[in-house]
């Protein structure tokens, strides 16, 4: 007993020696700051409270989420996912626009985006199609599937160098939340009279999960000279179609950017393919002359 207690005793010491070092290194640079760098300092920490803001209420949508499906409201706990997903895209772009990028809001941002994109579809999808079904086992295995294939995305996008391509690798997580989200929303809105066929479902979530952590490359539309046009074409078309059918225009907008992925990857597979099939027939030609 005494021997722990002095080892908490210099555990206590180290931590609070450490606190100090950190403390002085902290005041001492502040020292060396001039009045408008210490007033800027002061501005972004202030600033720092906006994208985190958007950062927990994502959260906060995604928690409401699995509550809303937990009590039988789908169609709620789907467009909860999607407002979670308005959140998720707002907080990025404050944090660049305010200058106020940091390391702890990059990790807030993850593990928001496991609960909101990776728990809350798969729960949703879950309750909604497998809980009172006959394939509850197979939909339990898919949803852990879906949870354990976003969190993999998130890990491997944090340690991943970021490319100067604009270009991901792999669906993002809010792309598969957004799959799962419109397919419950058209079919509780548009497909009344009739259920997405059960054993479609499990294939539909596996497909996604796999797309997350594929190598299959998906367009960034992140802000370059090149993309400048497209990007301000394509929000104009979507917020038009969004103003018109909010529904239909997300279900085919999440659906169509993971298609186009999927699609695009076998293109390039089938035409590099081509490429090599043509350039042996060039040597075989070659060799007989």
Not at 45 to 72: D, R
Not at 77 to 93: E, Q, V
Not at 207 to 214: D, G, P, Q
Request: glycine content about 6%; some cysteine.
């Amino acid at each position: 007993m005494e021997n722990n207690q002095n080892i908490e005793n210099e555990n206590q010491l180290i931590t609070s020696s450490e606190e100090e070092v950190y403390q002085k290194k902290t005041d001492e640079s502040d020292d060396s700051l001039t009045p408008k760098e210490r007033k800027r300092k002061a501005l972004r920490k202030h600033l720092s409270i906006i994208p985190n803001t958007c950062t927990s209420m994502n959260l906060v949508c995604g928690f409401l989420s699995i509550l809303m499906a937990s009590h039988g409201d789908f169609l709620l706990a789907s467009w909860l996912i999607l407002i979670a997903n308005i959140f998720d895209i707002l907080d990025g772009r404050l944090a660049r626009l305010t200058s106020v990028e940091s390391m702890f809001g990059a990790e807030l941002d993850s593990l928001c985006d496991l609960v909101s994109f990776g728990v809350a579809p798969a729960f949703l999808v879950y309750t909604r199609y497998f809980k009172d079904g006959n394939l509850g086992m197979i939909g339990m295995l898919v949803a852990v599937l879906f949870v354990l294939c976003g969190a993999l995305r998130l890990a491997r996008f944090n340690v991943t160098p970021h490319s100067h391509k604009d270009v991901f690798e792999g669906m993002p997580i809010p792309g598969g939340a957004g799959i799962l989200a419109t397919m419950v929303i058209f079919e509780m809105q548009y497909f009344t009279f009739m259920q997405i066929p059960q054993v479609a479902v499990p294939f539909i979530v596996a497909i996604t999960a796999f797309l997350m952590v594929s190598k299959i490359e998906y367009p960034a539309m992140k802000k370059t000279p090149k993309t400048s046009k497209k990007r301000i074409l394509g929000v104009l078309f979507v917020a038009i179609a969004f103003f018109i059918n909010p529904p239909i225009t997300l279900f085919f907008a999440t659906w169509g950017f993971g298609i186009y992925g999927l699609f695009m990857a076998i293109f390039r597979t089938i035409a590099g393919f081509g490429r090599k099939l043509k350039a042996g027939r060039k040597k075989v030609v070659t060799v007989n002359k």
